[in-house]
């Protein structure tokens, strides 16, 4: 059993704070530090996805979720230059799973929720304002070095997983590399009151545009939406934000009243971590990976490392496991990201800003063509519990790792880069 297992994660993101309830459930004592003074409430995920409906359900939140905001069934791709809609309604797949709506709230929401829930677990607490500087390990455990407003101490635990964001303190201390590389584009993510169900939107939306292309979803109940489109990497933050108006009145009706909640920039990444582990050093979340928002990939695959991540514990834990389980879990969640997430991020994002008419009417014809095709779009709706983990089998060494090692140094590279020749300048780190 896990009583008297010490764990100590570091930051206080959705990954994170998943894993810390889920090792908290099943007895383990869990110490969560974040450099920040409380939870982040910025703009970020607020689409949860069918899979990680199915992720919150198994480890007990769904139904607390559920009261957080409204469900949806429908996502619906506009494209500007035809003017053609193409719709997906997920009740074509509830015969075939409970999980087939998305849930709308804000991941600040989530944080506090899930937060309420963990520190009522005794043996759980959460350390604000505390920042991590080293790592030490042994055979028998982990001491991490951290610093507050009184000055350095030491926490002690049996192992310590890192969902510190992509720019991980714990991902360097641990010497993985983070490879990829960063868009020269930079998003903007603006929360404006303004109720676009009323003009043709469904609760997700894409807007398929080489230059005025965006996301638009629900974020809650209130008439809160969120907009997210492209900006100019060499403007100043005052610059962008000057122009917000100007950009949103392209999506909205003419003359229409709003007001804006807030907005922010931002840059973002196709990145990996050389290994998800060394030792008693684990990785989940965006210090495993790194993705462009476009399609929720990089949110829905880190609660699905979290769940993952739960499990394997919890078999080591109960003794149907040693500690190989975490070096499959290591290898699975690559795996995944580097086969699933990352290709399938890299390509919503180029559909949703593809300058190439002649790729751009493929891509229209073969959206339009699947939802027409109610086989062919169940399929595709079903596709996103892709992003689960296999079950666990203690002989996956002798069958996964060798496909690994004959894979070669450029196919794996091609599956960071999703396949392309992108010409993107690769590094081993976020610069």
């Known amino acids: 059993m896990a009583a008297g297992k010490r764990i100590i994660i570091v ?11 889920g090792l908290a459930q099943r007895g383990a004592q869990v110490t969560v530090i974040d450099r920040e003074a409380t939870v982040i409430d910025s703009p970020r995920a607020m689409v949860y996805l069918p899979s990680t409906v199915k992720a919150l359900d198994k480890i007990g939140l769904l139904e607390t979720a559920k009261k957080l905001g409204p469900e949806s069934y429908e996502y619906q791709c506009y494209f500007a230059q035809s ?7 997920q009740r074509l797949v509830e015969d075939l799973t409970p999980y087939h709506y998305i849930l709308h709230f804000g991941q600040d929401e989530l944080a506090h929720m899930i937060l309420q829930r963990f520190l009522a ?27 507050d407003k009184d000055g350095q101490r030491m926490i002690e635990a049996d192992w310590l997983i890192g969902a510190d964001g992509a720019r991980s303190t714990v991902r360097k201390l641990m010497g993985a590399s983070f ?18 169900s009323k003009h043709g939107y469904a609760a997700s939306n894409m807007i398929s545009d080489p230059v005025n292309w965006a996301v638009i ?23 962008r934000l000057a122009r917000v108006d100007q950009r949103l009145r392209y999506w909205l009706p003419e003359g229409a009243e709003y007001r804006l909640e807030r907005a922010n920039s931002y840059r973002v990444h196709q990145r990996a971590a050389s290994t998800f582990r060394n030792g008693r050093v684990l990785l989940a979340g965006d210090a495993a990976h790194a993705t462009n928002p476009i ?9 699905q490392d979290a769940v993952t991540l739960i499990d394997c514990f919890e078999k080591l834990f109960n003794g149907q496991a040693d500690d190989d389980v975490l070096d499959w879990y290591a290898y699975e969640r690559r795996r995944i990201f580097l086969e699933v997430a990352n290709p399938t991020a890299i390509e919503f ?40 983990s296999r079950a666990y ?26 396949g392309t020749t992108s010409t993107l300048r690769q590094t081993s780190e976020i610069e």
């Open 11 to 21: 930051g206080a993101g959705p990954a994170g704070l998943v894993t810390a309830f």
């Open 83 to 89: 003017g053609n809609v193409g719709r997906m309604d």
């Open 121 to 147: 677990i005794p043996g759980s607490e959460i350390q604000w304002g505390t920042t991590l500087e080293g790592i030490e390990q042994n055979d028998h455990g982990v001491v991490a070095r951290v610093s």
């Open 179 to 196: 490879d990829g590389f960063t868009w020269p584009d930079t998003f903007m993510a603006t929360n404006i009151f303004f109720d676009f």
């Open 217 to 239: 979803a629900r974020v809650n109940s209130d008439n809160l939406w969120r907009v997210a489109y492209g900006e100019d990497s060499d403007a100043t933050d005052e610059e």
């Open 295 to 303: 399609g929720g990939m990089g949110f829905t695959s880190g609660v």
């Open 349 to 388: 994002k180029r559909r949703t800003q593809e300058s190439d008419p002649d790729k751009r009417a493929e891509d229209e014809r073969n959206f339009l063509f699947m939802t027409n095709k109610p086989d062919i779009l169940r399929g595709a709706l079903m596709s996103i519990f892709g992003l689960e």
């Open 393 to 418: 089998q203690p002989d996956w060494k002798e069958t996964l790792v060798r496909q690994d090692a004959e894979r070669s140094e450029a196919d794996k590279q091609k599956e960071l880069v999703g």
